[in-house]
């Protein structure tokens, strides 16, 4: 897989800090469905934990034919979707013990066909769970090629890319959140996430990776990151965007975070104590397709009230643990079979 989880590379190297990044992204997503909710923990996490992926996929973005990118696209993320939503919405189904009939079928392939990450009862759709991610990924790619084919046969400049991107993320959201209208495979949103994408892709072009020697650089992003995750707010699955500009600059920051801190842990791989927890992060960046799936179909597991890990202290933080180890060792095993 390429596309938003595996396989990020540029040209013939593999970029290991690009893996780091994916793996701490994969992680704080299992911690964010495990702690309280609502918490201010998860508040943080929330604020930037998806766009990292949206972000890395245009960061590794190159354009293509259509027929190319449509071919890979579909094979590496709408059939994982649709694996993943039946392996979400059939277990949903048995448990409600709601009785097979035509409507109830009907039902299912429009959430399917609309794979929102929440229940839109307007349209008679129900979450499809995290599977959305993989469906919004898949639009959202598409989008973005037309969009930079586009920009560079104009020859648009990046300041004018940068305000294109801006508007189609802001009609996008208010498509779905001011006027109720939810598209098919999260379309809506895919706006949204273009802008992201736009941001990744530029960055690559304007030579992020020398910014790890800018400590100062780091330091203010960070600052800028708690200042703005405070007042605002962002859950893509339900296109919950309180305060789109500094909602984004709040996303954005805590990305660039992520992503220095993976560049300056990717400098220490040599150091014997780090390079062993560096290899660890790696290995979940590049399986984090697989922890994705594994954590997916781990949601019908109880784990902020399991009986066992309440008595504990700080039992959200035990369940985080047990739940991080639980999904990356079984990938660790599925890899490794």
């Known amino acids: 897989m390429c596309c938003g989880f595996e396989g990020f590379a540029m040209g013939s190297k593999r970029l290991d800090w690009i893996d780091i990044a994916k793996g ?10 495990t702690v309280p909710n609502p918490s201010p923990l998860r508040h943080a996490i929330f604020s930037f934990h998806m766009p990292v992926f949206f972000i890395l996929a245009g960061y590794t973005f ?11 696209s579909v094979s590496r993320l709408l059939v994982p979707y649709v694996v993943l939503a039946l392996a979400w919405q059939v277990p949903t189904f048995l448990m409600s013990g709601a009785p097979l009939t035509r409507g109830t079928l009907v039902a299912g392939l429009k ?7 929440v229940d839109v009862p ?20 598409l989008l973005f090629n037309v969009l930079v084919r586009l920009f560079d046969r104009r020859g648009i400049g ?6 294109v991107c801006a508007a189609i993320a802001f009609c996008g959201l208010s498509v779905s959140r001011y006027f109720g209208v939810y598209l098919p495979l999260d379309l809506d949103l895919s706006c949204y996430i273009v802008l992201l994408m736009w941001v990744g892709y530029t960055a690559r072009q ?8 800018k400590p100062l650089l780091f330091i203010g992003a960070g600052v800028a990151w708690l200042v703005l995750a405070a007042l605002s707010g962002l859950e893509l699955s339900s296109r919950r965007v309180d305060g789109f500009v500094v909602a984004t600059a709040a996303a954005l920051a805590g990305s660039y975070c992520v992503c220095w801190v993976s560049m300056a842990l990717e400098k220490l791989k040599d150091v014997p104590v780090l390079g062993a927890f560096e290899r660890g992060i790696v290995f979940c960046g590049q399986a984090s397709l697989a922890i994705f799936a594994i954590h997916a179909v781990d949601w019908f597991i109880p784990w902020q009230t399991m009986p066992l890990l309440m008595t504990l202290p700080a039992s959200w933080l035990i369940a985080s643990i047990v739940r991080c180890a639980c999904d ?3 990938a660790y095993v599925i890899k490794k079979a």
């Open 24 to 33: 701490i992204a994969i992680i704080l997503v299992i911690v964010g469905h």
């Open 62 to 72: 190159r354009p293509k034919p259509w027929r190319e990118l449509l071919s890979g």
């Open 111 to 117: 959430t399917l066909v609309f794979a929102s990450g």
């Open 122 to 141: 307007g349209l008679g759709v129900t979450a499809v769970g995290m599977a959305w991610f993989l469906a919004a990924l898949f639009t959202s790619r």
């Open 158 to 163: 990046v300041v004018w890319r940068g305000v």
């Open 206 to 213: 304007r030579g992020l990776e020398a910014s790890v020697n």
């Open 328 to 330: 990356i060792g079984l």
